[in-house]
């Protein structure tokens, strides 16, 4: 069982930057891969960005390439999601997730755990 809590999320004007962080419970936390994800209101759910396990290896939704950055930290069982240049259309719940499986893992139901999320509100 892996419990997931986010914090980092917030109120920024367009063009800012935020830092989510994504901490985890658990001695397995490094051979999980773990993904970020986000929901608008009125939306469904939809991939951001993954880190795998060992290498750390990312893959990112057209959306945040280029804008966003997601890395780990094992030792302190913590994913982070670097956001910059935001823009309000970035406006969302931003939920991490671990999973146990590999490979490119864009899907909701690739992941066995979720976090509660934090809100991220960019203003124009």
């Known amino acids: 069982q892996v419990q997931l809590v986010e914090s980092g999320g917030g109120l920024v004007q367009a063009g800012g930057s935020l830092r989510l962080s994504c901490a985890a419970s658990?001695?397995?936390?490094?051979?999980?891969?773990m993904g970020w994800f986000r929901q608008a209101p009125g939306k469904e759910r939809e991939f951001v960005a993954r880190?795998?396990?060992?290498?750390?290896?990312?893959y990112y939704a057209d959306s945040a390439k280029g804008r966003f950055t997601t890395y780990r930290d094992n030792a302190k069982n913590t994913v982070y999601l670097q956001m910059n240049g935001l823009k309000p259309e970035d406006t969302a719940v931003y939920y991490c997730?671990?999973?146990?499986?590999?490979?490119?893992?864009?899907?909701?139901?690739?992941?066995?755990?979720w976090g509660q999320g934090t809100q991220v509100t960019v203003s124009s």
């Open positions: 997730a671990a999973s146990y499986y590999s490979g490119l893992l864009l899907g909701l139901r690739d992941y066995n755990y």
């Open positions: 658990g001695r397995t936390f490094s051979s999980y891969t």
């Open positions: 880190i795998m396990t060992s290498g750390g290896a990312t």
